[in-house]
């Protein structure tokens, strides 16, 4: 779809409601100014708030030429894979799971190697931060997972800018070959995730590979006006959603994972409320908002906004801002059912600054820093999750959140996450204070 096209599309009303779409419905944050004390029932995701859609209004391509580029670009690349004949599906490869099911996902841990002391390379040992590309290529199930996730977003949010139903049918296609199909579809267990060759088959540690189902369910949610979609898919993924968090609750490595301590822990709690909201299985969701100062938050970042885990490994700069991802996602949560308050702590009640607000503070006012730690050069290295987190903080907390994103977007010319969180870019007025880049074609779209 061109760009000409695009601008049509996007300059009236109806159209540029659908803009919003892609940042409440995906977020939930139809409920992001709620402050109650007590739990209510989670807002529907697609939800929208009247401001959002009248911020959205206010999105025209004319004074904002890079959102309309971004736009584009997403559409092109929905474009290219519905002209595709690619699927994806963890049975597309010749590594079999201990299991002998090929229908089981397995993979290897990213940072393990042959051990070269020995004969046969086993037991493998470790090089954090270093990753083993062989064990993270094309054909292993994790990349599988990896595109499988960013296509079925690609195809959603263009779907929702658009409302063209040949992105419905694609994304349905590739939902119904890798999760549901007979042959190919997954099975709801991540069982021989994160396998160390001579040590163990699977840990629990590998849970935090299916975060990436949860980019799969804003999809879903997106995808819900398409007839098309709705009839292919129906409640498929909601059992298979359900099946998949019995087994990480009550499963051997569920519960391994659940008692890490650093972003593991997060991201294993992120996952637990983000499905069990799905499914709609209220008390599990708010079993895990109810404890997450104290059992997550509070232990993990200093006074200060220093994440220690996060710090001592060989990329801090990556391990800190992923880290915030699942604190700052699960702020959204909470905010959806009138809890962000006890998800901020008692600091916010007493006027304080919380803790996450200092931990992100902390990382946008050291992240050069920490990029020479981590011995990257500093314009070499996507801001996209740096600043969706400084969006979501900004819709939640604080407006200068949401100004330093924009900074962020001006400077590396990533303009993606604005598609999924609005804000205002006047890339004509704003380029010369802010010295922007002009807008950068090749770092691909901020993931749902």
């Not at 025209?60 to 929905?78: F, H, M, S």
């Not at 800018?161 to 579809?185: I, P, S």
């Amino acid at each position: 779809m061109s760009l000409t096209t695009i601008k049509k599309s996007i300059s009236t009303p109806l159209s540029m409601a659908t803009f919003a779409i892609s940042a409440l419905a995906l977020a939930t944050l139809a409920g992001h100014n709620s402050r109650a004390n007590t739990p209510s029932t989670p807002q529907p995701a697609s939800d929208l708030s009247s401001q959002w859609q009248q911020q959205a209004q206010e999105l025209t391509p004319r004074e904002a030429p890079a959102l309309a580029w971004a736009l584009a670009q997403l559409t092109d690349n929905a474009d290219k894979l519905v002209a595709s004949q690619e699927t994806y599906s963890v049975t597309f490869n010749t590594a079999t799971p201990p299991s002998g099911n090929p229908r089981d996902y397995t993979s290897t841990g990213p940072y393990w190697w042959p051990n070269p002391a020995t004969d046969d390379g086993l037991p493998w040992v470790r090089k954090d931060g270093v990753v083993n590309r062989q064990v993270r290529g094309r054909q292993t199930d994790s990349s599988e997972l990896n595109h499988f996730s960013l296509a079925t977003g690609t195809l959603a949010q263009a779907y929702a800018y658009t409302q063209n139903e040949a992105y419905a049918r694609k994304a349905a296609e590739l939902m119904e070959v890798f999760l549901f199909d007979t042959t190919t579809g997954m099975t709801p267990n991540f069982r021989y995730a994160q396998a160390i060759p001579g040590i163990t088959d699977g840990r629990g540690i590998g849970i935090i590979e299916s975060r990436k189902f949860i980019s799969v369910i804003k999809a879903h949610t997106l995808l819900q006006n398409s007839s098309i979609y709705r009839h292919q898919i129906a409640d498929k993924l909601n059992n298979w959603i359900a099946a998949y968090l019995q087994w990480l609750l009550t499963s051997p490595n569920g519960i391994e994972e659940s008692r890490t301590h650093n972003n593991h822990a997060s991201f294993y709690d992120y996952q637990i409320a983000y499905f069990a909201q799905f499914i709609g299985d209220h008390s599990t969701l708010y079993k895990v908002l109810d404890k997450l100062y104290k059992k997550r938050i509070q232990p993990q970042i200093e006074p200060g906004g220093k994440q220690p885990h996060e710090l001592e490994r060989t990329r801090p700069y990556h391990y800190s801002v992923f880290n915030l991802e699942a604190f700052w996602g699960l702020a959204l949560l909470a905010a959806d059912g009138g809890q962000l308050d006890s998800v901020l702590g008692p600091s916010h009640h007493n006027k304080q600054v919380p803790l996450m607000v200092q931990a992100l503070d902390y990382v946008n006012q050291a992240q050069f820093s920490l990029l020479e730690q981590s011995n990257y050069a500093s314009d070499s290295v996507s801001r996209e999750p740096l600043i969706q987190v400084n969006l979501i903080a900004g819709y939640l907390y604080d407006q200068r959140f949401k100004d330093y994103a924009k900074q962020l977007m001006l400077k590396h010319g990533e303009y993606d996450c604005a598609l999924i969180y609005p804000v205002q870019i006047n890339y004509a007025t704003d380029s010369s204070a802010a010295g922007a880049k002009k807008i950068d074609k090749g770092d691909g779209l901020c993931q749902l």
